[in-house]
């Protein structure tokens, strides 16, 4: 019985795993390996059929420009997108962290509220906000080609820099508080404290935030599948993920979209790893 | 520290704009759901309109389609609700033996589990969909809730909680007394584990609740929509003004409960936050 119990603990959720992470990860590898062809009509029962092509779905999503254009438009997203969000919630989180304000617990309800409204409804009231007719920014626009992009980057940061700051925050807090009297011994001010003591205590969080922000902005799908909606600026490959949705639903072909997925999923992966390995090499520098 | 009033009223007034810029949304949305029939327009965006409608507005709300809105909602806390649930019970399950038990294939697991933490869930919409549509269970209620109930963070935090709160003498003593393993957890370590478990659900009510991709492509029949697929279908007609209206105040009628929710229950967020930075 002692021996058995652990292994009936972990059971349901392992099996349940394996169905919804593991099966679907190992599907989408396999389909992307195929391509269907059409023979005939393409209207009987056997003149669809797929055919094994091994990687050459890899080969040409990674050769598609448009592919490649919407990896690019991401990228300058999260280039653009990540720090300014990032130094937000770290200012805001120091200032907070400090005690200095008057109505601190305010403050960080108030940052914190967009983290309470899903994605779509926040990219939805945004969109709203930028429409010409009822936006109160005056006639501005922000729903060109040139724009858009920022706009939602815009929408991104709002949503997600007071989840970001509680995490800061948390960390900060967690500081303890004989470190800042030692720095003001040494004579260091108030700049010299937070970079010299603040930000190296809470590396590990800055990190954190970092990599789950990468990994959002690889993902980005909710902005432009409702901005749209709204403006001919959002194209039907306008981010990777809107791809892989286009190619299954509207181009009907389950294999690119499959090939795409993986990609996108293997590029996560490999780019959260290697900054979490990085940052603990770092740490492991910094305690030597 | 000792501050003058001077940076007192500078660090308040930065920490004021910022709040502005969080707020205004959130107010606009409150202002416009008040608005009568043609009102968004025409009268200032920041301002009140002519009529004072919001109840108005919200009855048309409830009546569109037969109250399909209702009906989202619903949908929601059955998704969200029902999905956390389970998925809180099977992580604390998990991460309990995962930290308290040795036994084969436990490392094998933690490290599956983790990568599972990485993993993308708008890489596992297609392939799912495409599973499920296999064995016949798009555009059902059981299909969306089993792609709901797995929280690999959530094992991850009960692991690193259970670890931390339940102490080996106790489980130990339980032991000697006769007490099986079951018995054990159920009266012993799931109390001490109600913290971790508040938190683990309450990540999972967000991450179902915020999945927008997963429902947009498992599910066909607008009658099993949950609230955001529904605000969206009706959104991509939002420069008719009638269904602009609908829009608005169906969103802010599906967020409001939800953020006063998250807002006061901020303290089991900062926890789980803190957990997941220090990993």
Redesign the interface.
């Known amino acids: 019985?002692?021996?058995r119990?652990?292994?009936?603990?972990?059971l349901?959720?392992?099996l349940?795993?394996a169905?919804?992470?593991?099966?679907?990860?190992g599907?989408?590898i396999h389909?992307s390996l195929f391509v269907s062809e059409v023979s005939g009509l393409g209207l009987g029962p056997g003149d669809r059929t797929t055919k094994f092509v091994g990687l050459s779905n890899y080969w040409q999503a990674l050769t598609d420009p448009a592919l490649l254009r919407g990896v690019g438009r991401t990228l300058l997203f999260g280039v653009v997108q990540v720090p300014v969000m990032l130094g937000?919630a770290l200012v805001?989180a120091l200032?907070?962290d400090?005690g200095?304000?008057?109505?601190g617990g305010?403050?960080?309800?108030?940052?914190?509220?967009?983290?309470?409204?899903?994605?779509?409804?926040a990219a939805?009231?945004?969109?709203?906000?930028y429409?010409p007719?009822?936006?109160?920014f005056g006639h501005h626009d922000f729903l060109s080609s040139s724009t858009v992009l920022w706009s939602m980057a815009n929408v991104t940061t709002?949503q997600w820099?007071?989840?970001n700051m509680?995490?800061l925050f948390?960390?900060l807090q967690?500081v303890p508080r004989e470190l800042?009297e030692a720095a003001?011994m040494d004579g260091a001010g108030e700049l010299r404290t937070v970079v010299s003591v603040k930000l190296p205590m809470i590396m590990?969080?800055l990190v954190?935030?970092g990599i789950f922000s990468i990994?959002g902005t690889?993902?980005l799908?909710?902005e432009p599948?409702?901005f749209r909606?709204?403006t001919g600026a959002v194209s039907s490959d306008y981010t990777p993920?809107l791809i892989?949705?286009t190619e299954?639903?509207d181009n009907n072909n389950?294999h690119m979209?499959?090939a795409i997925?993986?990609l996108?999923?293997l590029v996560?992966?490999v780019l959260?790893?290697g900054l979490l390995k990085l940052s603990w090499r770092g740490a492991a520098e910094e305690q030597r | 520290m000792r501050h003058g009033p001077a940076a007192r009223i500078l660090v308040t007034a930065a920490l004021a704009v910022a709040a502005i810029y969080f707020l205004v949304p959130a107010y606009w949305l409150l202002v416009a759901a008040t608005k009568g029939p043609g009102e968004l327009a025409s009268t200032p965006p920041l301002g009140l309109g002519k009529s004072f409608d919001l109840v108005g507005n919200i009855r048309k709300l409830f009546s569109y389609h037969d109250g399909l809105f209702l009906r989202w909602i619903a949908n929601t806390m059955l998704y969200a609700g029902v999905g956390a649930l389970i998925a809180t019970l099977l992580a604390t399950a998990t991460g309990y033996a995962l930290a308290k038990f040795r036994f084969r294939g436990r490392e094998a697991l933690f490290t599956v589990v983790l990568a599972g933490v990485l993993v993308p869930t708008t890489a596992l919409a297609l392939p799912s969909y495409l599973l499920l549509s296999k064995v016949g269970l798009t555009n059902t209620y059981p299909g969306v809730l089993l792609l709901s109930v797995v929280s690999p963070f959530g094992v991850f935090l009960s692991r690193i909680y259970a670890a931390a709160s339940v102490p080996d003498e106790i489980l130990e003593a339980a032991r000697i007394d006769g007490a099986g393993e079951f018995r054990t957890f159920f009266r012993i370590s799931l109390p001490l584990l109600a913290p971790a478990m508040v938190t683990v659900f309450l990540f999972q009510l967000v991450a179902i609740w915020n999945n927008f991709l997963l429902p947009l492509v498992v599910l066909s029949d607008q009658r099993l929509y949950p609230v955001t697929l529904g605000l969206y279908t009706l959104s991509t007609n939002a420069r008719y003004p009638d269904l602009q209206s609908l829009t608005i105040v169906g969103s802010l009628v599906a967020t409001l409960p939800l953020v006063v929710a998250f807002l006061s229950l901020q303290r089991f967020w900062r926890s789980g936050l803190a957990a997941g930075s220090v990993k």
Request: aromatic share 20%; net charge positive.
């Open positions: 019985m002692r021996i119990a652990p292994h009936l603990f972990v349901p959720f392992a349940l795993f169905l919804v992470y593991v099966a679907p990860v599907y989408a389909q937000l805001l200032l907070l400090s200095v304000a008057w109505l305010f403050f960080r309800l108030a940052f914190f509220l967009p983290y309470g409204i899903p994605g779509v409804i939805i009231l945004w969109g709203f906000l429409l007719e009822l936006s109160p709002w820099t007071g989840y509680l995490i948390a960390a967690a800042y003001r590990p969080a954190m935030t990994i690889l993902q799908f909710s599948k409702v909606n709204l993920n892989t949705f299954a639903f389950p979209a499959s997925a993986v996108l999923a996560t992966c959260s790893f």
